[in-house]
């Protein structure tokens, strides 16, 4: 069985004290972000990946926040991904999804539960529960 690491890039935007989460086709939520290619560095990928998901333009990236892992397991492979959350400032609020996506939402962490994710995603947004809103 094939073993696969992954480092990626997660953003955590804030909008009037709610957090932008974003819909996949399975139906589960997760933040904006993803794989660092070759040569990139995570703030470049936020860049890239923001833009690509999002049509938004990252204004600013604070420092790394958290990083979590989670492991995936398939019949021919397993896969370790190590995920580096940032919180990031961007342009505007207007979103256009690609097709990764199927839906977003700003959502309250009170209300954090009631979105079916891994709970890599909750711990990072945990961390920021008591940060000023911005």
Known sequence: ???IQQIS??????KEGKFLLIKDPKGLWELPGGRIYF????QQTLQREIK??????????SAIIDVQTFCTSKIDAEKQYLLLFFECG?????????NESIDFEWVDLSN???YPM??????ALLK????SVK
């Open 39 to 42: 040569g990139e560095t995570p």
């Open 52 to 61: 690509e998901e999002l049509g938004l333009t990252v204004s600013d990236i």
């Open 118 to 123: 891994r709970d890599v995603y909750i711990n």
């Open 128 to 131: 920021l529960k008591d940060n």
């Open 90 to 98: 961007v342009d505007n609020y207007e979103i256009v999804l690609d």
């Open 112 to 114: 954090i539960n009631e």
């Open 1 to 3: 069985m094939n073993q």
């Open 9 to 14: 890039t997660k953003a955590i935007i804030r």
